[in-house]
């Protein structure tokens, strides 16, 4: 009887013990619902230990520009549609762009995505305006190529999907990939756009000025037969009484360009890559021509041609042009005049000039041969054996390219931009000018 009674009392000790457990656990489930809802709260009311920076780092951006919506097309208008002559090259290169971002910049501090994107997308289609209106000017064209370059850059430093560069740098909240996309075609849109105009300004002085000038007074007596037999030719579109082009307009239009480049601060390395493709079309145009007209291959006219190749190297040297392989675009043409220079008499001058013209294609060298005229008595004639023994040994020779007479004066060479974090800037470090009245910005 006693030994039943202590197992009912254990048994009712045991009951009450699972119970207490069940209540116990309810307690410490509700418990830990409890502290994740505060861990939960505290996120998204306590800025401090908010794990979503991208809401709070913008608000601490100071040095701003503040466009209402209102005044976006005014904006548009002052910095960009209306702007023009010597009031835009006074400027400070990019000051345009720096604005703009600014205000791009505050729309998007101010959680307003929406203003952001539209400034954006309006400040990109304005541009493309621009470089239209402007498309026959250099000075112009190379002040949006700045532009466009910087706006590109700020907004790829800028960028939610960059690594960014320094601490200094808080990235957007509004995802502008379209149009730095945008901005990278236009890059390209403006910059070849610099190159037609100077393109087409040199078309027509490219050969007289580099073939049929005469920088060395009293060489030859060639000049006046040169202009005799271009005006029997009817090739000569001059009119009389007008002075033929010399090397100096040429210079002059690649002066212009270096200069519209430079006042702009744009890149040592693009500006490298447009005199390369420049020079490139300088010297395939003089050289296809030289192995068209055969009273361009004497003696003389090799030497009046070479000085004039000298002084354009000399240019492009004493502008630190040289390291972007303009210099090296030149090398087809200062290989013809050495060719026209050399002795063509014996075996060891065509092994000589075979060595030499390792930049001539075998159908250039012989086409040259077999054009060259004797320029005075004292010259003699190319002789048939001696075109035959270089083609002989031009037959060892393996050709970099597939054979060709004439150079593609159209070739155009890729052009590369190299992205080029800017330096962090704020709205007073602007140097803006009263004139262009845009004091209906705020600062922010």
């Known amino acids: 009887m006693r030994v039943c009674l202590c197992a009912q009392e254990l048994q009712g000790l045991l009951e009450a013990r699972e119970q207490e457990c069940v209540r116990l656990r309810r307690e410490l489930k509700e418990l830990k619902n409890t502290a994740s809802l505060r861990r939960l709260l505290a996120q998204v009311f306590d800025p401090e230990t908010s794990s979503c920076p991208s809401r709070t780092k913008p608000a601490a951006v100071t040095g701003l520009l503040e466009c209402r919506k209102r005044d976006e097309a005014k904006l548009l208008k002052t910095l960009i549609t209306d702007i023009r002559g010597d009031g835009a090259l006074s400027l400070p290169p990019g000051l345009p762009a720096s604005v703009l971002f600014l205000?791009?910049?505050?729309?998007?501090?101010?959680?307003?995505?929406?203003?952001?994107?539209?400034?954006?997308?309006?400040?990109?289609?304005?541009?493309?305006?621009?470089?239209?209106?402007?498309?026959?000017?250099?000075?112009?064209?190379?002040?949006?190529?700045?532009?466009?370059?910087?706006?590109?850059?700020?907004?790829?430093?800028?960028?939610?999907?960059?690594?960014?560069?320094?601490?200094?740098?808080?990235?957007?909240?509004?995802?502008?990939?379209?149009?730095?996309?945008?901005?990278?075609?236009?890059?390209?849109?403006?910059?070849?756009?610099?190159?037609?105009?100077?393109?087409?300004?040199?078309?027509?002085?490219?050969?007289?000025?580099?073939?049929?000038?005469?920088?060395?007074?009293?060489?030859?007596?060639?000049?006046?037969?040169l202009g005799t037999s271009r005006k029997r030719a009817g090739s000569d579109p001059r009119s009389a009484g007008v002075d033929a082009p010399t090397l100096a307009a040429v210079l002059r239009e690649l002066g212009a360009l270096h200069t519209a480049l430079s006042r702009q601060d744009l890149p040592p390395t693009l500006m490298e890559q447009a005199f390369n493709q420049l020079t490139f079309l300088i010297s395939a145009s003089a050289f296809n021509s030289l192995l068209l007209r055969k009273d361009m291959c004497c003696w003389s006219r090799g030497m009046q041609i070479r000085y004039n190749v000298s002084l354009l190297e000399e240019w492009l040297r004493?502008?630190?042009?040289?390291?972007?392989?303009?210099?090296?675009?030149?090398?087809?043409?200062?290989?013809?005049?050495?060719?026209?220079?050399?002795?063509?008499?014996?075996?060891?001058?065509?092994?000589?000039?075979?060595?030499?013209?390792?930049?001539?294609?075998?159908?250039?060298?012989?086409?040259?041969?077999?054009?060259?005229?004797?320029?005075?008595?004292?010259?003699?004639?190319?002789?048939?054996?001696?075109?035959?023994?270089?083609?002989?040994?031009?037959?060892?020779?393996?050709?970099?390219?597939?054979?060709?007479?004439?150079?593609?004066?159209?070739?155009?060479?890729?052009?590369?931009?190299?992205?080029?974090?800017p330096t962090v800037f704020r709205a007073e470090q602007l140097v803006i000018p009263d004139s262009l009245k845009i004091s209906f910005l705020r600062r922010a």
């Open 318 to 421: 004493s502008r630190g042009l040289q390291t972007g392989g303009a210099v090296a675009t030149l090398e087809h043409l200062i290989q013809a005049v050495q060719l026209l220079q050399a002795g063509k008499k014996t075996e060891s001058d065509a092994r000589a000039l075979v060595q030499t013209c390792t930049a001539l294609s075998s159908q250039q060298i012989v086409k040259i041969l077999t054009l060259y005229t004797p320029h005075s008595d004292l010259d003699e004639r190319v002789t048939v054996n001696f075109i035959r023994t270089v083609q002989g040994l031009l037959k060892g020779r393996s050709e970099g390219q597939p054979p060709q007479l004439l150079m593609d004066v159209r070739r155009v060479f890729p052009v590369t931009f190299s992205y080029s974090p």
């Open 103 to 225: 205000c791009v910049r505050q729309a998007d501090c101010s959680g307003d995505q929406t203003l952001a994107r539209s400034l954006c997308s309006a400040t990109v289609t304005a541009m493309k305006a621009a470089l239209k209106k402007h498309s026959n000017d250099v000075d112009m064209t190379a002040l949006w190529l700045k532009n466009t370059c910087l706006l590109h850059d700020l907004l790829t430093q800028h960028s939610p999907k960059q690594t960014l560069d320094s601490d200094d740098v808080v990235p957007l909240t509004v995802d502008l990939s379209d149009l730095i996309r945008a901005l990278s075609d236009l890059c390209i849109q403006a910059y070849q756009q610099l190159l037609s105009i100077t393109e087409k300004r040199l078309q027509n002085i490219i050969v007289p000025a580099l073939l049929e000038s005469e920088n060395i007074p009293g060489l030859s007596g060639s000049a006046g037969k």
